[in-house]
């Protein structure tokens, strides 16, 4: 198992704090704003007498709501089609065992989310990269490279869009030709839409399901996690119309019994959240967006496409080795009292040497601390003793 470059670096962030120094977390997807008042308000009022076990696919009630919801982004699936899990992570590892036997492979544009490659292997399946590169804004691959890379043992293809970690926004044309592959290939169209709400070229944001004459091979993979910043409460969902996948799948949940009570409780309320307040934390994303990407692409050496969805980024920096340096960052710097937390890129590749000088950042901190990031970065930059510019 591959560790989290994400999380791999608690330990020196927990040890630069009890060293009284402030960490600036820009290494996790973890936002910063309230949850919505209607799923605080149904945690606070529970009214149950026993908090029981869960349907294994989800209480119904949520997934009636899920059902609405998907057809507000004309998503048209029905309440049968949607099986809750225990985030949006286990939605991943529940589709990938449930398609895949051992030895099976999927093939993933990279950077990718790091996890998908822990659950492929939990899986005993094989992840398959086709490179995209930062030069290029991490556009989607040509369509030969896909086919270069297609081989009998070959599943699916796993498509996050939004795209976490570069941000990046298939368009209606890269979507058409992944479409092509699937159905000329009789694959799985796993894809990851849990950024749904965050797509900023104002264009429509396009669903897997959205795509003609494969709606049985779509499996999608959602969580309240991040439009609702609920992280906490590990509730995801795997939606998909194949009769016999979600037969296997069910298999996976009952094994794992229930997924959690409290967590669809607040989910099935939080669906309930005003426009306004997803209008709010639209813009909010916006603002912190813009101000980050042009405070990065200020400092000598650094190089940030702009992301179009999501909200994260990953940016090329003059050091020798991304990952020495943000070890770094946290164990032997500090400027005023300050340092930053990072996710070195190479975790989101698996092609060795690749992204060795690339971090991915997520906005999730409000304008005032990504200001004295930037700031701290910067002061970084110039004391690093790898780095690579003068």
């Given at each position: 198992?591959?560790?989290?470059?994400?999380?791999?670096?608690?330990?020196?962030?927990?040890?630069?704090?009890?060293?009284?120094?402030?960490?600036?977390?820009?290494?996790?997807?973890?936002?910063?704003?309230?949850?919505?008042?209607?799923?605080?308000?149904?945690?606070?009022?529970?009214?149950?007498?026993?908090?029981?076990?869960?349907?294994?696919?989800?209480?119904?009630?949520?997934?009636?709501?899920?059902?609405?919801?998907?057809?507000?982004?004309?998503?048209?699936?029905?309440?049968?089609?949607?099986?809750?899990?225990?985030?949006?992570?286990?939605?991943?590892?529940?589709?990938?065992?449930?398609?895949?036997?051992?030895?099976?492979?999927?093939?993933?544009?990279?950077?990718?989310?790091?996890?998908?490659?822990?659950?492929?292997?939990?899986?005993?399946?094989?992840?398959?990269?086709?490179?995209?590169?930062?030069?290029?804004?991490?556009?989607?691959?040509?369509?030969?490279?896909?086919?270069?890379?297609?081989?009998?043992?070959?599943?699916?293809?796993?498509?996050?869009?939004?795209?976490?970690?570069?941000?990046?926004?298939?368009?209606?044309?890269?979507?058409?030709?992944?479409?092509?592959?699937?159905?000329?290939?009789?694959?799985?169209?796993f894809s990851d839409e849990v950024y749904r709400e965050f797509c900023y070229t104002g264009a429509p944001y396009i669903s897997a399901f959205h795509l003609k004459g494969i709606e049985e091979q779509v499996v999608l993979i959602d969580s309240v996690s991040k439009r609702y910043s609920e992280c906490g409460i590990r509730?995801?969902?795997?939606?998909?119309?194949?009769?016999?996948?979600?037969?296997?799948?069910?298999?996976?949940?009952?094994?794992?019994?229930?997924?959690?009570?409290?967590?669809?409780?607040?989910?099935?309320?939080?669906?309930?959240?005003?426009?306004?307040?997803?209008?709010?934390?639209?813009?909010?994303?916006?603002?912190?967006?813009?101000?980050?990407?042009?405070?990065?692409?200020?400092?000598?050496?650094?190089?940030?496409?702009?992301?179009?969805?999501?909200?994260?980024?990953?940016?090329?920096?003059?050091?020798?080795?991304?990952?020495?340096?943000?070890?770094?960052?946290?164990?032997?710097?500090?400027?005023?009292?300050?340092?930053?937390?990072?996710?070195?890129?190479?975790?989101?590749?698996?092609?060795?040497?690749?992204?060795?000088?690339?971090?991915?950042?997520?906005?999730?901190?409000?304008?005032?601390?990504?200001?004295?990031?930037?700031?701290?970065?910067?002061?970084?930059?110039?004391?690093?003793?790898?780095?690579?510019?003068?």
């Amino acid at each position: 198992m591959p560790a989290s470059p994400i999380r791999k670096l608690v330990p020196l962030a927990n040890d630069a704090k009890a060293r009284g120094i402030k960490v600036y977390h820009l290494n996790i997807g973890q936002p910063d704003l309230p949850t919505p008042a209607e799923g605080l308000a149904a945690l606070k009022n529970i009214d149950r007498k026993v908090l029981e076990y869960s349907p294994s696919e989800g209480l119904y009630s949520l997934r009636k709501k899920l059902e609405s919801y998907y057809h507000r982004f004309h998503i048209k699936v029905d309440v049968d089609d949607i099986i809750v899990t225990t985030g949006g992570s286990e939605a991943v590892l529940f589709a990938f065992m449930a398609c895949l036997d051992p030895g099976d492979e999927i093939i993933v544009p990279e950077p990718a989310y790091a996890n998908y490659m822990a659950f492929a292997i939990s899986a005993g399946a094989k992840i398959v990269t086709v490179p995209s590169n930062i030069d290029e804004g991490f556009a989607l691959p040509p369509l030969e490279k896909f086919e270069e890379l297609i081989t009998p043992r070959t599943k699916g293809i796993l498509i996050c869009n939004p795209n976490n970690p570069t941000g990046y926004l298939y368009t209606q044309k890269e979507m058409n030709q992944i479409r092509d592959i699937v159905k000329k290939y009789d694959l799985f169209l796993f894809s990851d839409e849990v950024y749904r709400e965050f797509c900023y070229t104002g264009a429509p944001y396009i669903s897997a399901f959205h795509l003609k004459g494969i709606e049985e091979q779509v499996v999608l993979i959602d969580s309240v996690s991040k439009r609702y910043s609920e992280c906490g409460i590990r509730v995801g969902a795997i939606i998909t119309k194949h009769k016999e996948l979600k037969a296997n799948v069910m298999k996976f949940c009952q094994a794992r019994l229930s997924p959690p009570l409290l967590g669809q409780i607040v989910a099935e309320a939080s669906i309930d959240a005003p426009e306004s307040y997803m209008l709010g934390t639209y813009n909010e994303y916006v603002e912190r967006r813009k101000f980050l990407i042009d405070g990065l692409n200020r400092i000598p050496g650094c190089y940030s496409p702009i992301p179009m969805g999501a909200f994260y980024t990953v940016v090329s920096l003059p050091v020798d080795d991304a990952d020495k340096f943000c070890e770094w960052c946290l164990r032997d710097f500090q400027y005023e009292g300050a340092t930053v937390f990072m996710a070195p890129a190479s975790g989101f590749y698996t092609t060795p040497g690749v992204g060795k000088n690339e971090v991915r950042m997520a906005y999730v901190l409000k304008k005032e601390d990504l200001a004295q990031a930037l700031t701290v970065l910067k002061e970084a930059l110039k004391e690093y003793p790898g780095r690579t510019i003068a």
